[in-house]
């Protein structure tokens, strides 16, 4: 089975270019190609993970507002009882 090939061109002149340039070259000839398909299913997995977050941090909010929409229909109503029975 023969593997598909990808090739990247980097532009030197710019910094974030030089830093990818720069960790590759730092790495051995076979492990180039398993660190880039880390990286690329990392990032993926880092969007997905951001997702789930922010979908949590809504739900949680909601959930509070709930709660202090229920407190404070309580407190209401415990003062509106009170006057009810004077």
Do not use: H, W
Not at 38 to 49: C, G, P, S, T
């Amino acid at each position: 089975m023969k593997g598909k090939v990808i090739s990247i061109r980097l532009n030197l002149e710019k910094l974030t270019d030089r830093k990818i340039e720069e960790t590759l070259s730092n790495l051995p000839t076979r492990r180039k190609s398993e660190y880039v398909r880390n990286a690329i299913i990392v990032y993926d997995n880092q969007e997905k993970l951001i997702e789930l977050l922010k979908q949590a941090v809504l739900e949680a909010m909601e959930e509070r507002e709930t709660k202090q929409a229920e407190k404070k229909n309580e407190e209401n109503g415990g003062f509106n009882d009170y006057l009810k029975s004077l």
